[in-house]
């Protein structure tokens, strides 16, 4: 079990209440939450808990339900699993704060859970059984509280030139993260896309756990000019480099450059199997940085954050659309050839993905409908899927995995999604596995649900977090670890003509992807 | 969870109400408020000051028993909650359904 995450069985019966409020009571405040969050936390949980046991089990049906407590350093993540009967959210009627004696009790547990936690999520994993996630995020100061408004003033880009200086490039020290902030702020306003980097204390205790490896460029007289960092999840073997600033008066002079190559650096001495980057499209100028890196493009993320500039400032930078990404990747370590089933109809735009990376794929042959070669209809004699889903509420986006197949899959994503554009989620992107020859034979169907190409999230063999690779039998060709990403957007409209790509190749790509577009 | 009431003369239940009000306890409070009503004492006084937790299962029952105490002429008051049991009759709009006071004087008085 890992260490960060508590775990705590019982019977569903509601006598076992107080023991799962005295876990989640000691679990918050040994994170640091104060006694109000502290309570809210322990009520939703009780909540969850009393809904779980009254309305999961037929009645004398003797069942368990099991109470996991994940901290990180954002803050609780609590998770109450049930192997019960399937819950229907949209079944849930509003409770009205304002109504009078005779206002409707029934939502009333759920509004709790609401009012009292940052999130909320209902997850039905089909034959696997329910999950209710709940998370509440500690109230850390943001950089707004470190500084003035005037210190925290949008650069000049017009500035001259600093000094000559000499740079020192080193893994970020904890007193630097308020500046490491501040750069950001005063670069990007409060528009970064992973709000993270606005928390000095969530940047250092992030850098302590693995999910953050912050580089900083400093001047001989010690001021931080520069950041950039990887991140992911501790134990991923694929990471995201980005959060990358460079002062105005310091740029022109490779302080960039200094700075990647200590990421990359560091990477590679941590025994990473690849690295992805995702740039911008309102200007081409990261894409060409990535290039240069030789970071290829595999997939665009359309809409993947918000157009809105939310501070004073920089309101005159507002976006003329939701910002879409370029998915880039390098490799770092060479690996055998393994094999993907790519959906037929987009089997050559996925070849044309993999020349670009480089990378050692074999296709399936089309018409391949399973791993024994077996050609056919969908398959219904699986047991069970397995769908994961992973929501971003500061971006109004969310990640829909599809880890295993099964009977009902196609229904859950689609009632999934509904759920997810119901909470007001504007662009829900779905990753389909590669490896896994039933992607080649779903694929059209999830498409009839809206999705459409976004490109490929290449992955290593031993991608699985946590564990070693699953050892590829002699002679054999294992399949590949890579993901399929599909996109759905239910709120923005994609102007592509305003897309800024920099290179050929992806270019070709944002026009296939716009062929694809239902919506284009 | 302890509960424990006292009937005045004067129409006026006082039910002192300890520890948790959960799914699992909730039921033992509702049949004291049930009772007390059945007994004619419309007018319930809760003194809450050794209340450490209460779920939405408790807050359905005291919005039963005011509905009740409503009609009978009477109603249902709540004193000497903690800051976090204010909070929570404050977020689900309570303090405008039923007086909450601090101590047992001020919600004896003006009946």
Known sequence: MPKDTAVLTIPNDTSYLPVVSALVTAAAAQLGFDEADTGDIRLAVDEACAHVIETAFEPGEEQDLTISCRRDPSGLHITIADKGLPFD????????????????????????????MDE????????????????????????????????????????????????QYRLMAPEDAVEVARCVYRTYGRTYPGEQIYFPERVVAMNQSGEMVSAVAVTGSGEVIGHAALSGQPGDRVMEVGQAVVVPAHRGRGILKGLLDLVM???????????????????????????????????????????????????????????????SYYPLQDEPSSLAYPPPH?????????????????????????????????PDDRPRYR??????????????????????????????????????IVTVYLHLPLG??????????????????????????????????????????????????????????????????????????VRYIRAQDPLA | MRIS???????????????????????????????????????LVLDLSSLSHMSSAGLRALLQAQRQAVQDGG????????????????LVGFQDLLRISDTRQEAMEGW
């Open chain 1, 89 to 116: 959210p949209a079944s849930i009627q509003a409770y009205d704060a304002g109504g009078g004696l005779d206002r409707d009790l029934s939502g009333l547990p759920f509004y709790l859970m609401q009012q009292a």
């Open chain 1, 120 to 167: 909320v999520h209902f997850v039905n994993k089909g034959w696997a059984g329910k999950e209710l996630q709940l998370a509440k995020y500690l109230k850390v100061p943001a950089i707004e509280a470190y500084f003035s408004q005037e210190e925290l003033r949008p650069y000049d880009v017009q500035v001259a030139p600093a000094p000559p200086s000499t740079y």
């Open chain 1, 265 to 327: 650096g560091e990477a590679r001495r941590r025994g990473l199997a690849g690295l992805f980057v995702r740039a911008v499209t309102v200007h081409p100028f990261s894409q060409r940085v990535s290039l240069k890196y030789g970071f290829q493009e595999s997939a665009v993320l359309l809409g993947y954050a918000g157009r809105e500039r939310q501070m004073k400032g920089f309101a005159d930078q507002q976006l003329p659309q939701r910002e879409s990404l370029v998915h």
């Open chain 1, 346 to 378: 987009h089997r050559d735009m996925i070849a044309r993905i993999y020349r670009n990376l480089g990378l050692a794929r074999e296709l399936a042959p089309p018409g391949t409908g399973r791993p024994d070669g077996e050609a056919g209809p969908p």
């Open chain 1, 387 to 424: 769908l994961s889903t992973q929501v971003v509420p500061a971006l109004e986006i969310a990640v829909m995995a599809v880890t295993g197949y099964g009977p009902g899959i196609e229904l859950e994503v689609k009632g999934k999604l509904g759920e997810l554009c119901r909470e007001g």
């Open chain 1, 436 to 509: 896994d020859s039933h992607t080649a034979l779903l694929c059209e169907r999830f498409e009839g649900l809206g999705f459409f190409f976004s490109g490929i999230l290449p992955m290593p063999l031993d991608a699985a977090r946590g564990r070693g690779a699953e050892g590829p039998a002699v002679g054999a060709i294992v399949p590949c670890k890579d993901l399929l990403c599909l996109q759905y957007l239910y709120g923005p409209h994609i102007d592509y003509d305003l897309l800024q790509i920099h290179s050929d190749f992806c270019q070709g790509l």
């Open chain 2, 5 to 43: 009431t006292s009937m005045g003369n004067d129409g006026v239940a006082l039910i002192e109400v300890d520890g948790r009000v959960d799914a699992h306890t909730s039921r033992r409070m509702n049949q004291a408020l049930q009772e007390a009503l059945a007994q004619g004492h419309s007018r």
């Open chain 2, 75 to 90: 109603e249902v008051r709540v004193y000497g909650l903690n800051a976090q049991i204010r909070r929570i009759f404050h």
